[in-house]
């Protein structure tokens, strides 16, 4: 049974998710963006470790609360951890900040112009562990390249059968379909994105609900219909690339769509910040991003 009173939060609340989940593959670029480069570890162990402290460190600073960060994306391992001497999933309830976890493993070599998540095979496991340390949603992501339809279609079709193994464990799945903003098709990929989701959306049955984690369109307000679906419970958007400012330039233009944002958060702080300086640095790009997600431009 999925939490409601979580539901309603995510569904209602004023502010944005932050994404927290940076996974083996990108923990490096993280670090070295923390100002941590990769001497400073010698083994996945102890790169993990810091990764951890550094994600500690946010969730436990005093302006991450859940007046504007509503949710948070966690990475299993940080999931599994511990902040303070208590679960992660914990503290972040506690302060009123609901819980989600990355489920993918990675993608897929390019085919139709889109990547498609590899296998889960432990995916049933992972699902009830989450749901018992009181995460609400999960998170799984693809990536699309070119304005293919069959390949696209590929995406959509697998995001909701995971989605649907994830709503059968009673968690909300975040479905993350992401445009290559890159892309020379990238307008061309969003309109037939837009088109096979609302298919899907349309398709599911009971009152299964699901979210959307969509790249910033091309076009302003072309999700303005996801957005209003009855099966979807909220759109957010992840920063794809753009740097914070233009990111929440993009987003404000952007009806309902809350941010989901990585590395547009977490791109200022710095390993060497006093406690006083990350708190300040953290709390004004929380400040900008929940503005760009609650304070929309015409």
Not at 99 to 115: A, C, H, T, Y
Request: charged share 25%.
């Amino acid at each position: 049974m999925i939490d409601q009173n979580a539901a309603r939060k995510i569904a209602e609340g004023n502010g944005f998710i932050a994404a927290l989940d940076q996974s083996g593959g990108s923990t490096p670029k993280a670090l070295k963006g923390y100002g941590v480069e990769e001497g400073a570890w010698s083994s996945e162990e102890e790169m993990f470790g810091l990764i951890h402290q550094m994600r500690t460190r946010i969730i436990t600073s005093p302006v991450f609360t859940g007046d504007k960060v509503i949710g948070a994306i966690l990475f299993e391992r940080t999931m599994d951890g511990q902040a303070g001497g208590k679960p992660v999933p914990q503290v972040l309830n506690e302060r009123g900040v609901v819980p989600f976890i990355k489920i993918d493993k990675g993608l897929e070599d390019e085919k139709n112009g889109v990547q498609l998540m590899k296998p889960m095979p432990e995916l049933d496991a992972l699902l009830a562990r989450a749901k018992g340390l009181g995460v609400f949603g999960t998170k799984e992501r693809s990536v699309i390249n070119l304005a293919n339809r069959e390949g696209i279609a590929a995406i959509v079709k697998q995001q909701f059968e995971v989605g649907k193994q994830v709503l059968a464990a009673g968690l909300m799945p975040i479905i993350e379909p992401e445009v290559n903003i890159k892309s020379p098709e990238r307008a061309e990929a969003d309109q037939i994105l837009l088109e096979e989701l609302t298919k899907a959306l349309d398709a599911l049955t009971g009152d299964d609900k699901v979210m959307l984690k969509l790249s910033l369109p091309k076009q302003a307000g072309l999700f303005d219909s996801l957005v209003d679906h009855p099966r979807v419970l909220r759109v957010v958007a992840l920063s794809g690339g753009y740097k914070r400012p233009e990111a929440c330039i993009e987003l404000a233009k952007n009806r309902g769509v809350i941010a989901s944002f990585s590395r547009a958060l977490l791109e200022d702080l710095r390993a060497l910040m006093s406690d006083d300086e990350f708190n300040a640095s953290l709390g004004s790009a929380i400040d900008e991003i929940y503005t760009a997600s609650t304070k929309k431009t015409a």
